[in-house]
């Protein structure tokens, strides 16, 4: 049977269409599941980049820049700085120090879960785009 | 409320001002942004610093984790002076930036200048601000990170070699410092300044205490470039956008002097890092042959910029010779000099920077006539100059006296002969440009280049101010000489 060009890595393909969807799910455990377990945003956000590594790998830069550009990553890197900061402003206009999580919430404990639970999202966005962007940047001939 | 928040604000807003001007991306309204953001840095400095000299020290536990758990912000006199100058000179030089930068940087690029700029500034007053060892070394890298790439955005192509020999030595240094804390946290457990120095008396004989200091201080050498580690600063200084240099001139140099006297005053105390470290050995005859050799090395220069580059260095061998008396007149002339110096050293970059943007270069033996030309650039140049030398009424004569002074009251005339001897080479390396820049007239035979104006009012206003401010400081000594003679105090008391 002859292939054409595009059709030449079609097992790959198919196979990576299958385990994206699970490496963004897992990254999403584990970014989730920071605050009881082994796990946060700096692993979590890698997990979730690699994911786009993978695509990139496969079906070629070109399509993963139309799935996530370049721009769109430099919104995100800054989008989850501000998360994190915002945390902080957050927690300092309802009366406590910066990043004081106890006054997020009635109970302090509940506090904490939700402060720990922001910034780390922030980190995990920050990751992911940066981390995708450095792919980019390396892969990319420019 | 907003008065116990002072310390936290003083970080989160230059640091909330980079990422909205990634977002915000046009080049008019990030320089506005960081702008607003530094005007309120400044206030926000001038407040702690008022705050501090009337209620005492004040200590600002992050996220509600009290000091030895977790990060702590600790101002006292010290950092609340670091503070109040790195935000000023960030805040006059961004003014100065406006125009310069629309020249030297692509368009395109303008909101990443900015953001690093703020992420440079946040780092600075986190290394300044901080009570956490550790945490200097994060603020280190922040600032750090974000210099390399200011330093790259230079329009020449060498800005870059310049970026990337500095990315070695500054990493080269960041992780000696890195080094030190790690060692400093394996024989005391600590990480807490307040407590370190509460600790390193009983860890002292450990081997562990004497390697940290070993590494900080070479690490903290390299990255305050004292005289044999200040390869990279040349090259940085001259390739580097002259906005950049100007801001950097003023400050990174000085934030790392300030972590010098931080380690070895108030974390080992003077006895340990002066006494039995046998330090005044090392750092003294490194900071001698530091201003004598690199203000005779300043004469030479054929580039301005790398001629204060030089100039810098030896003045910085000023500052750390003023350190090693480890007294409190020696410690107060070091410290009116980090901001005397800081100052002067800005203004001039400043005035080279004019020179720059009407003619294009900073070749000191084609700049002859400019007094012609850009009158109120030179004079700004001749009277920051005159500061660099020492002449009286100028501050750099302030900080000049009060080191010879205390040298002497040390008992060590030979130093305070010695910095007279290399204020002769400055009047050489100073006095040299002005001569032609004033007294030379043109070459008749070189067509007169076009468009030869005084510069802008954006970049003239700034570099006015500092001027000002300068001869306010030089006139009426008292005012910074008081406030250093606190903070030397403070730092000979050690931790209460």
Known sequence: ?142 | MIADQLPALQIVIPMLAAPLCVLVKRSNACWAIALVANVLVVINAFALLHQVRTDGVIRYALGGWAAPTGIEYYVDTMNAIMLLLVSFISCVTLVFAYTSVKKTVVTGKHYLFYAAWMLCLTGLLGISITGDAFNVFVFLEISSLATYMLLAFGSDRRALTASFRYLIMGSVGASFILIGIGFLYAATGALNMVDLAQRIPDAESQRAVLVAFSFLTIGLMIKAAVFPLHGWLANAYQHAPIAVTAFLAGTATKVSLYVLLRFFFSIFGPNYSFGAMLLNVVLLPAAIVGFLLLSLVAIFQTDLRRMLAYSSVAQIGYIVAAFCLATQSGLTAGIVHIINHGIIKTALFMSVGCIIYRVGHAHIGSLDNLMKKMPLTVTAFIISGLGLIGVPLTVGFISKFSLIGASLERGWWMVGALVLVSSLFAIVYVGRVVEIMVFRSSRTDTPEPTGMREAPMSMLVPMYVLIGISLWFGISGSTTLSVASEAAAALLGGYQ
């Open chain 1, 1 to 142: 049977m002859k292939l054409y060009r595009r059709q030449r890595h079609r097992v790959l393909q198919i196979v990576t269409k299958l385990i994206i969807p699970f490496v963004l799910l897992f990254a999403l455990y584990v970014q989730f599941h920071g605050d009881y377990g082994p796990g946060g945003g700096f692993q979590a956000g890698v997990i979730f980049a690699s994911a786009f590594v993978l695509h990139g790998l496969i079906f070629g830069l070109q399509r993963t820049r139309q799935v996530i550009t370049p721009s769109m990553l430099r919104v995100l890197m800054a989008l989850g700085v501000l998360i994190y900061l915002g945390t902080g402003i957050v927690s300092m206009l309802l009366g406590g120090n910066l990043l004081d999580y106890d006054f997020l919430a009635h109970d302090p404990k509940h506090g904490q879960h939700w402060g720990i639970f922001a910034v780390e999202l922030g980190v995990g966005v920050t990751v992911t785009a940066v981390m995708i962007s450095l792919f980019y940047s390396f892969a990319s001939k420019r």
